[in-house]
């Protein structure tokens, strides 16, 4: 069986993800085969396995940093929240239903079979797993029924690192803090700490760090410099949400929406220097893109009337009238379209009009598809001619059926993945999506992942605005983010002490705390 190691953090957003990440990638170099995990994982940003299951995208990225092929197992508990309130509960990779916290945390005991079932299943192929928490293992009123941090590492007998982040200030009370409100068998699992996100000289912390590891008797076994890669993250705590920069040779506006799901969907342009990515949420804001973009969304209607109230949508309509580019996915596809309809109230029971820029009307269903495809572009007019033809590969994740209306053109024929032209039948291949003028839609995500597709998007842009596409060096996306995994690497290397880690890794919750 696989020796485990845990990564929890003093709160949410300390960078347990990242870090998690980066220690796939260290053990990955080093020839160890290991695999991430988190039992527990709240996100809006999945992504759909071979199988056709669907997990978190933050063990996805850990999964791609230690080189193996991500699976359901890596996250077996999923909640992808609809409202304040409640979320749609994902168990092994298909949904449960949708639940209110409430009720939730009164069945959360039920899913520990699942969980360490799932466990067990990666444990038995790997030498090493790394866990991640979530949030704090010292949230007192919820410790009771934990399966994710000090209950998660119990159940795993896994030693565990604690991270704090000393960008938000109070690093040392937060670290100090959290050790003193655990039990102390939790205490003992505690086999050091991480700083992160520090700018800085790190001698002027040494004498804190000194007074920390007094305090608490645990050592910092790092300090983790403040860094940018283009490395997916926590949806809703992105910094990514936070960049205004608009001095690219590009400008691409990405709608913010309330409820935004998937927005790794347009990393592949964001990683293109000519190209900037602003996400927006006010029409302050909107500017004069030379593109918008409409993200997934885990409660359509709701976000769509949102756009409607806050003058976002009259924004868009406008830019479109003027000729501009606007390309929607998934939620943001079934925006574009003439009508939405929910009569069972799979996100949100009713109907309402769409923005009315495509022909298309979306009913949503109980059922949702979940599975992986490739396929081309179709014959483009407009903006985006270019892409005709361009093949791709990616996802789809919804409930909704949208029905392209007599006249409407379509974007692209897809089929499932690994179903050969030669053999679609029936609903094996279909088009997909929809397009008019320089409007377009479609349900793919990862539809931008391909160079053809992210070059393609690029070079019509540039050309609209006067410049020569041969003159820009597309990115390949794949080679990319295996070179920020490097980098991360790196990092890691030169400021986490390597050496302990593997020694805890080794020994386990019986390694001792070496001040």
């Known amino acids: 069986m696989a020796k485990p190691n845990m990564i929890q ?11 998690a990440g980066g220690l796939c990638r260290v053990l990955k170099q080093d020839g160890v085969k290991a695999a991430p995990f988190k039992s527990q994982n709240m996100a809006l940003n999945s992504y759909i396995t071979r199988e056709g299951l669907e997990m978190g995208r933050a063990q996805v990225m850990q999964a791609e940093a230690a080189g193996i092929e991500p699976e359901v197992c890596m996250n077996p508990i999923l909640l992808k929240p609809t409202n304040d309130t409640g979320s749609q509960v994902i168990i092994n990779g298909k949904p449960a239903g949708v639940m209110s916290a409430v009720d939730y945390y009164r069945h959360k005991k039920d899913y520990i079979p699942s969980v360490m079932e799932a466990y067990a299943k990666l444990s038995s192929q790997y030498d090493v797993i790394v866990i991640e928490g979530a949030g704090s293992p010292a949230e007192i009123n919820l410790k009771q029924d934990d399966i994710v941090n000090m209950g998660m590492a119990e159940m795993a007998d896994a030693p565990v690192l604690l991270a704090g982040d000393i960008d938000r200030g109070g690093v040392f009370a937060q670290i100090a803090g ?12 505690i086999k050091g700490t991480i700083i992160n996100k520090f700018r800085g000289d790190v001698s002027i912390l040494k004498p804190g760090l000194t007074m920390l590891e007094e305090r608490t008797g645990i050592p910092v076994l790092g300090v983790v410099p403040y860094f940018y890669l283009d490395i997916d993250e926590e949806d809703s705590l992105t ?16 709608i913010r929406l309330p409820r935004i799901s998937n927005f790794t969907d347009f990393a592949p342009l964001e990683s293109l220097e000519e190209v900037s990515v602003r996400y927006i949420d006010s029409p302050a804001e909107f500017g004069e893109p030379d593109a918008v973009l409409l993200p997934g969304s885990k409660n359509t209607i ?17 830019f479109a009238d003027r000729g501009g580019l606007v390309f929607g996915i998934c939620g943001g596809y079934q925006m574009l379209g003439q009508e939405i309809s929910d009569p069972d109230g799979s996100e949100q029971k009713g109907t309402v009009a769409g923005m009315g820029l495509l022909p298309v009307r979306t009913v949503f269903q109980q059922e949702k598809r979940r599975t992986r495809v490739e396929g081309s572009f179709l014959h483009l007019e407009g903006i985006l001619k270019d892409l005709s033809g361009v093949p791709f590969t990616g996802y789809e994740i919804h409930m909704g059926k949208s029905v392209l209306q007599d006249g409407g053109t379509p974007l692209a024929e897809i089929s499932e993945e690994g179903v050969h032209r030669k053999d679609r039948s029936g609903d094996s291949a279909h088009q997909d999506g929809a397009c008019r003028g320089n409007v377009y839609g479609c349900y793919v995500h ?7 597709a992210a070059g393609g998007f690029l070079s019509a842009l540039l050309r609209k605005k006067g410049y020569d596409p041969e003159e820009i060096q597309a990115r390949d996306w794949k080679t990319y983010k295996e070179e920020q995994y490097d980098k991360l690497a790196d990092i890691i290397r030169q400021s986490v002490d390597m050496e302990a880690v593997y020694r805890i890794i080794e020994k386990g919750n019986d390694a001792p705390c070496i001040l």
Not at 9 to 19: A, D, H, P, R, Y
Request: net charge positive.
């Open 9 to 19: 953090g003093t709160m949410s957003n300390v960078g347990k993800s990242i870090l």
């Open 239 to 254: 910094e990514r949400f936070r960049r205004r920069d608009s001095a690219g040779l590009v400008d691409i506006a990405v």
């Open 446 to 452: 990862g539809i931008f992942d391909a160079p053809g």
């Open 302 to 318: 709701r976000d769509l009337l949102w756009m409607r109230q806050n003058g976002m949508e009259a924004k868009i309509l406008q």
């Open 178 to 189: 959290t050790v003193m409100l655990l039990e102390e068998k939790e205490r003992q699992r």
